[in-house]
């Protein structure tokens, strides 16, 4: 095994099982983060409850995180943190988020939140694929294919 792991922010994480079968291929650990409110199980990861709380899951992610760890989560706030700590980033729908989309993600999300305390609508997410979950696979694999290269396999 190799020192990086997976940080699941386990609250609304489409995919755990792809998740962990990419991990367990490739013999990497799984750490899944969740409040108390919710009850996951697992036989590979390892499970964190937080406190209920605004944001506890996401701090306890950002900080969990080190460098050439893959982070999962749909928080582009939670992203960037982490990405600032030079670990990789991906949605629970396979999208990779990097220093060159980060901070249109973050905009957009700000505007969106602007439009929504003026009363506004936004649009909802798009319903989950089978499109989304070969792409979550697909590029967690690439990204953990890209670390062990970095950093070779130290067994």
Do not use: W
């Amino acid at each position: 095994m190799f020192s990086i792991k997976i940080i699941v922010d386990a609250d609304a994480c489409p995919g755990k099982d792809l998740i962990e079968k990419a991990a367990k291929e490739n013999d990497v650990p799984v750490i899944m983060f969740c409040d108390i409110s919710h009850i996951l199980n697992s036989n590979y990861s390892t499970i964190k409850y937080m406190d209920k709380g605004f944001q506890s899951v996401d701090m306890a992610v950002a900080n969990e995180a080190k460098k050439g760890d893959i982070v999962i989560s749909q928080d582009f706030g939670v992203a960037a943190m982490v990405l600032g700590k030079k670990a990789y980033a991906i949605s629970p729908k396979g999208y990779i988020y990097d220093d060159s989309n980060i901070d249109k993600l973050l905009f957009e999300r700000h505007i969106s939140a602007k439009v929504r305390r003026g009363g506004g609508k936004t649009s909802n997410p798009k319903k989950r694929s089978k499109e989304d979950d070969e792409r979550l696979y697909n590029n967690l694999l690439k990204l953990i294919k890209k670390q062990k290269e970095i950093e070779p396999n130290k067994e």
